[in-house]
């Protein structure tokens, strides 16, 4: 058998955080929180192989995070780095860090990412204390609180809301793990879907869906609950952009009822059916008992590949900087002027927009080596399901062709791990244009390699 412990740490802000950083907010500062922010970590081993897969509320870890955080645990626990997955649930209403337009409570927000290394090795080290003889199952529910974000106006320009006609994964991928005796230990909970419920008009702190999600699985089921956020470049919330509280408490309310369903069906073991006795009562009554045939596959891998994806420059770095000191002089004099709500989410728009920019140059000057990015792809094989990941905002489409063309049985993917540098659009979305591809740093044909390479990825754990 594996073994397998799971861990966790609160790592909730102080109230009056630097908070959020929409386009369209004009507050600076959080109310407090709605729900706790949580490092949720999952230890699995077997023999000499041991991994890690590491789940946070947070926005994203930048490619330094995420080689800092990785180091660490891999320092503290003895796990190989490379055995390390370290997954962020892109909540937009945690606290922001990241030199931005919000002067108010960045001290705080610092104060507060000066705690996630430590808790993030913390959670994994709870995890690997706990290890214990388990087993895995696996099972796929469907959930419809999300849809394709990517609708057009009437002269084709696209924009972030409804698109009924688009793309959109429902698939709620689960992986079940019990201890000997049947107990849970954890559960894996994959779905695509931006974690923008709460809006620009929102001032509290929350996990988004992920957070009711993991409580709604956790009561039903018992153990924890370690969400992975799928392939949501494209994928948004039906209901989105709002600031009612009850809105992604609902919606992740729903998603949990969901995965609890898909949870408590799983068996890792194969059972068949044994009649014991026909008991005499008021009506015959047959006693059975499904008696367990085989063990469960106990095998646990990880794999490591590298793929050079076509890269191509969108912005200057100088010219991004001078862009976003621009519009943060501006955003700053027409808060001092007394301005109306309306000027200042126009002047909050336009230094969020070159903030992006920037980011997006800056991330293309680090990356690029002569016209290609080198992009990590990871997979990691527990019992009959492998878990495969990219460090992108994947569109859903490629989750689907990965899904329907992997070797493996039981095929979750997932982005949003191991760093971040953009988005990772479809070729036909080139076309489209949209926000997603200008702010892209892969060029046409980047969708296809990636596919390619985690199909590999799978098969390097599967023996295919």
Known sequence: MLSAGVGRVDISPEVGTAHGGWGAQTHQVSLGNDMPLLVTALAVANGDTELAIVDVDIGIFTGDQDLLIRGLISEETGIPFENIRLAYSHTHSAPITFGQWIKEGIDLANEWWGRIPDACASAVIEAKNALKPARTGFGRGSCDININRRPARKNGELFTGRNWDGFVDHDVDVVGIDDA?????????????????????????????????????????????????????????????????????????????????????????????????????????????????????????????????????????????????????????????????????????KVMRANIYLNVARNYEKYDRDGVIPMEIQSMRIGETVLVSAPVEPFAELAGEIKRRSLAPNTVFSGFSNGHYAYLPTDIAYEEGGYEVGVSPFAPGSAGLTIETCLDAVDGVWGG
């Not at 073991?269 to 085989?294: H, K």
């Not at 991004?320 to 709500?341: C, M, N, P, V, Y």
């Open 181 to 349: 005796d049947g107990n849970p230990i954890a559960t894996i909970v994959n779905y695509a879907m931006h974690p923008t419920i709460m809006g620009h008009e929102n001032q509290w702190v929350t996990p988004d869906f992920p957070g009711p999600m993991r409580s709604v699985v956790e009561h039903a089921v018992g153990g924890l609950c370690i969400f992975l956020q799928g392939a949501s470049g494209n994928q948004g919330p039906v209901d989105g952009f709002t600031g009612d509280l009850r809105v992604y408490r609902k919606a992740g309310a729903r998603l949990g009822a969901e995965a609890a369903r898909v949870r408590l069906g799983i068996d890792p073991l194969e059972r068949e059916e044994r009649l014991d006795q026909i008991l005499l009562s008021g009506a015959d009554l047959g006693i059975y008992t499904d008696v367990p045939v085989g063990e469960s596959d106990d095998t646990v891998a990880v794999h490591n590949l590298t793929v050079d994806l076509p890269s191509r420059k969108v912005a200057s770095v100088d010219e991004a900087q001078a862009d976003f000191e621009r519009g943060e002089k501006q955003l700053e004099a027409i808060r001092a002027s007394g301005a109306t709500e309306d000027e200042i989410q126009r002047a909050v728009s």
